[in-house]
């Protein structure tokens, strides 16, 4: 089994940071696309943060200049540094992986439990 687990979550101030965490476990081969995605009350899930093996990365408009994404191959790890947060920032946010297993023949896209975010004074 496969298990994606996200840690770094909780209640920040306005302005303040957060740094998210996700590790993927199980029998991983490797690890392709690596994202972070949110979701708030009453609205769909979109996309926050994404960035490739070659490390290219790609932002949500709303948070360009504010978070980071940052990937850890050794340890099939994705990090989200969250800066200057905003009370819309809050949602929970999810990571999610492309992962090709072992003895799989194609790449299959997982998800994370979710951790809530919430910017508030």
């Known amino acids: 089994q496969v298990q994606l687990v996200e840690s770094g979550g909780g209640l920040v101030q306005p302005g303040g940071s957060l740094r998210l965490s996700c590790t993927a476990s199980?029998?991983?081969?490797?690890?392709?696309?690596m994202a972070w995605y949110r979701q708030a009350p009453g609205k769909e899930r979109e996309l926050v943060a994404q960035?490739?093996?070659?490390?290219?990365?790609n932002y949500a408009d709303s948070v360009k200049g504010r978070f980071a994404i940052f990937r850890d191959n050794a340890n099939n790890a994705v990090d989200l540094q969250m800066n200057s947060l905003k009370p819309e920032d809050t949602a929970v946010y999810y990571c999610?992986?492309?992962?090709?297993?072992?003895?799989?023949?194609?790449?299959?896209?997982?998800w994370g439990q979710g951790t809530q975010v919430t910017v508030s004074s």
């Open positions: 999610n992986q492309d992962l090709l297993l072992i003895g799989a023949t194609h790449v299959e896209n997982y």
């Open positions: 199980g029998r991983i081969f490797s690890v392709s696309l």
């Open positions: 960035v490739s093996t070659g490390g290219r990365t």
